[in-house]
C-alpha cells in the first residue's frame, strides 16, 4: 500500500506542470490573436499635418495665410485670415478662392489675383484682396490673401486730388490768358487796360495762393511735417495771424477782435499755428457781411488750449458741415470764387491741427453765423525761476498797436 502511494506521488506533479503548460500556450495564443486584431482595427497614427519650417514660416507671415488638406479643410489659418474673414467653420467662406483653390489642384500651377469680396458674412461693404493659391505640399495647398483695400482708397484720393488740382488752376490760368487777349485788344482804350490789368492781378494772386496752399498741404500730408517742435506763445500766433488777415478785412470794414487769456503756451510750429488761424480768420472775413466784427481768442480748458474764430455771417447747413474740412470742398461755391477762396483752407487747418496732436471742431447754425475753435494740448512747462528786476537803463520793448487789430480785454 505504501508503494501504490508512493506512485501516485511520483505522476502528479507531471500532470500539473502539463496543465499549466497547456494554459500558458492557450493564453499566449489568445493574446496574440487578441492583439493582431486590435491592431487591425486601430487606424495608423497620424504623420504631423505640416512641416515645422512652413509653420514656422506661416507664423511670421503678415497676410492672411490658409493651408488646406486634401479635402479642403483648413488645417491652419492665420490671425489675420480670421480678421479678413476667410474662414469659418473649418472652410473657405468665399467660392471665388476655392475655385482659385480647385484649379491649382487640377493644374498644378500657382495663380494670383486680384478679388473684391464682400467684407464680412452680410455683404456690407467690400475689400480688394490679393489672392495667391499654390501647392505647398502634395497634400496642402496655401492661400495667401493680402488687404489692399487702404492702398486703393489712397490711390482714389491721389486721383481725385490731381483732378481737382487741375481744375482749379485751370480756372484763373484761363483767365488770365483771357484778360490778357481782352487787355490787348483794347490797348488804345486806357480806361479798360486798367480795369482789365485789376483783373488780371486779382486772378494772379489767387493764382499764387492756390500753389502756396497746395505746397503746404502736401508737406503737411508728408509724414514728419514736424521736424522740430518749439514752444509758442499763443499771444504771439493771435496778432500775427490777424494782422496778416487785417488787409482784406480793412477792404470790407470789419473788426478784428483779439482777446482771451493771456500768456498761454503750446509746443509746435509757429509758422504753421499761424497759418491755420489766419485760414480760419480769413474764412470768418470773406462769410461775414460788411462792416461787422469778427473774434479770435483763446482760453484753458484743463490741458487743453482753445483758439475760437468767431463770426456772425451767413452760417454752414448742419448737413454740410461733415464735409467742410474735405479738400476743394466749398458749401457756396460761387461765393468762394467771388473771395478768391480756394478750398484748401480747412484741409490745411485740419492737418495743421493733427499734426500738433489736436483737432478743429465747428459749431455754427445758417444767419447766426460759425465758430470755429482749434483745439491743441498746452504745453507742459517746467517751473520757472523767479525773474530778476528789470535794469532801468535797459530800454523795455514796446507793444506795437494800430488800427488793424485790436486786443479786447478776456
Known sequence: MGA??????DW?????????GLLVGVGATLAFWLSERAQRRMPDLPEPELDDGLVRALAVIRSGAVVLDDA?????????????????DGRLVHAAIREMVEEVRRDGVILD?????????????TMLLQVRVAQATPQHVLV???????????????????????????????????????????????EAVRRFSARMQAEAARLAQLVQEIIELSRLQTAGALEELRLVDVDDILAEAADRAATTAQARHVTIDVGGAPGVRVFG???????????????AVAYSPDATRVGVG????????????????????????????????????????DTGGTGLGLSIV??????HGGEVVVWSQPGRGSTFTLRLPKADEPARTPAAAPDPDVPRPRTLTGPRARRSTP
Open 113 to 125: 489675383a486680384e478679388l473684391d469680396l464682400p467684407r464680412g458674412p452680410m455683404g456690407q461693404g
Open 12 to 20: 502528479w506533479p507531471g500532470l500539473v506542470g502539463g496543465l499549466v
Open 4 to 9: 501504490s502511494y508512493c506512485g501516485c506521488v
Open 350 to 355: 485740419k492737418h495743421v491741427a493733427a499734426d
Open 269 to 283: 510750429d509757429r509758422n504753421l499755428l499761424i497759418t491755420a488761424v489766419r485760414n480760419l480768420l480769413d474764412n
Open 144 to 190: 495667401l490673401a493680402e488687404d489692399l483695400t487702404a492702398a486703393r482708397k489712397i490711390e482714389a484720393m491721389r486721383r481725385d486730388f490731381v483732378v481737382n488740382i487741375s481744375h482749379e488752376l485751370k480756372t484763373p490760368v484761363g483767365a488770365l490768358s483771357l484778360l490778357a487777349e481782352t487787355v490787348q485788344d483794347a490797348a488804345d482804350d486806357p
Open 72 to 88: 479642403d479643410r483648413v488645417v491652419r489659418a492665420s490671425a489675420a485670415a480670421h480678421v479678413l474673414g476667410l474662414v469659418r
Open 298 to 337: 483763446v482760453r484753458l480748458v484743463g490741458d487743453i488750449v482753445e483758439i475760437a474764430v468767431v463770426d456772425s455771417g451767413i452760417g454752414i447747413p448742419a448737413q454740410e458741415q461733415d464735409r467742410i474740412f474735405e479738400r476743394f470742398y466749398r458749401v457756396d461755391p460761387a461765393r468762394s470764387r
